[in-house]
């Protein structure tokens, strides 16, 4: 079974940008929807951006405009680029292939001044 690991995040400053990627074990192509989720303690798990193989992408309302996804198959990575970051922005970051039930063990990002 394919296994998706997460990289990148920990202590970012208000207004500032991280990065985090998703590698996976295995070939991603046959996952047409992959995406970042968030959650943030006592809240429930949100989604933060999904892509197609088409390469079409759909953002949570809070980070549209700030975050941008892309996927490459052929290295078998997802990237979030996180950009003008907020203290709302801190949670647990998860890489997945929703459809197929994969997730990641996730990625803190703490934003903080």
């Known amino acids: 079974q394919v296994q998706l690991v997460e990289s990148g995040g920990g202590l970012v400053q208000i207004g500032g940008s991280t990065k985090l990627s998703c590698t996976a074990s295995g070939s991603i192509a046959s996952f047409n929807t992959m995406g970042w989720y968030r959650q943030a303690p006592g809240k429930e798990r949100d989604m933060v951006a999904i892509?197609?193989?088409?390469?079409?992408?759909v953002y949570g309302d809070s980070v549209q405009g700030r975050f941008a996804i892309t996927r490459d198959n052929v290295k078998r990575t997802i990237i979030l680029q996180m950009n003008n970051l907020q203290p709302e922005d801190t949670a647990q970051y998860y890489c997945?292939?929703?459809?197929?039930?994969?997730w990641g063990q996730g990625t803190q990002v703490t934003v903080s001044s």
């Open positions: 997945a292939a929703p459809m197929a039930g994969l």
């Open positions: 892509i197609a193989n088409s390469g079409s992408t």
